[in-house]
């Protein structure tokens, strides 16, 4: 009868552990903890033309703060602040690289600053709930309405969420890079299509996500996808396609449910058509995403 009861305990012991471990990703942070974004996108677009070759080069690498304002019942408060933003850009239209860094006052007192004040400093304040890191409510949203389109030459603040599509995109990313609300485990495998229209084109992706290896409290995931694009886009008269190819990898941190980094390599190829004639692009685009506590 004693044994039975050992048994009965260590039985109750083990279905306890095995729930424990059945429960995906969980965010633990501190209230009033901050951390800092920081994400590198490099676009490199290469064309032969009348036997010429042209290199377009666009560099932006943008940092954004986020803060722990409070935590209750299973949902925090979050405060997403744009921070910063540098470019380097090269064009055969100018005969040095264009260099912009929002951190000198020099370059912000200039004609490419313009744009830029109006998103420094501006915030987000949403709700995102410990277990499935979901946004369940945005309480706060930036005044952009002075915002403009930047030009191929300025830096790309387009590259800061303005939508609250983006922005859960960009939550999502942050917030567990994406991870399913499932046992976590080497082999874990899992799939995602999304389909948006930005400014007149059509973009398809399918991605394929498998956490590779656990080591200690950090989650290796590897990354493959593909990518489609159609349409005219807005503004223009040449019809748009594209098609690419993407591999990647990312590492989370079991012990808050944040991103540590994530990398990834875009190749593909663009055409663009219009009565002038044919433009045939290959493209590369390198984007490195890396997240710090700052306290």
Not at 175 to 189: C, H, R, S, Y
Not at 244 to 269: P, R, Y
Request: proline content about 2%.
């Amino acid at each position: 009868m004693k044994n039975s009861k050992i048994i009965m305990i260590m039985l109750f012991v083990f279905i306890a552990f095995s729930s424990k471990a059945q429960k995906g990703l969980q965010l633990k942070l501190q209230v009033g903890s901050k951390w800092y974004c920081e994400q590198n996108n490099n676009n490199i677009r290469k064309m032969k033309k009348e036997g010429d070759s042209i290199v377009l080069v666009m560099e932006n690498t943008l940092g954004s703060t986020f803060e722990v304002l409070s935590e209750d019942k299973g949902l925090y408060n979050i405060k997403l602040t744009f921070s910063d933003i540098k470019s380097r850009n090269k064009s055969p239209m100018a005969e040095n690289d264009i260099l912009f860094d929002s951190k000198k006052e020099e370059d912000m007192a200039g004609e490419m600053g313009e744009n830029v004040k109006n998103i420094l400093g501006k915030s987000y304040v949403f709700t995102i709930t410990t277990d499935t890191r979901k946004v369940t409510a945005i309480k706060e949203r930036p005044d952009l309405e002075n915002l403009s389109q930047p030009n191929d030459l300025e830096p790309d603040v387009r590259l800061f969420p303005q939508t609250d599509d983006e922005l859960n995109k960009f939550v999502k990313k942050i917030f567990g890079g994406g991870i399913p609300d499932a046992q976590l485990v080497t082999g874990l495998k899992w799939d995602t299509t999304l389909s948006v229209n930005a400014e007149g084109v059509n973009h398809t992706v399918n991605a394929i996500y498998t956490i590779n290896r656990i080591e200690g409290h950090i989650i290796f995931i590897d990354v493959t996808s593909k990518r489609s694009a159609d349409g005219t886009p807005n503004g223009t008269d040449f019809k748009f396609s594209g098609n690419f190819t993407t591999k990647g990898t990312a590492s989370v941190d079991q012990t808050t449910g944040l991103l540590i980094e994530s990398k990834s390599e875009e190749n593909g190829n663009e055409v663009m058509k219009s009565d002038k004639g044919e433009d045939k692009w290959t493209v590369t685009k390198l984007n490195l995403f890396t997240i710090k506590k700052l306290q």
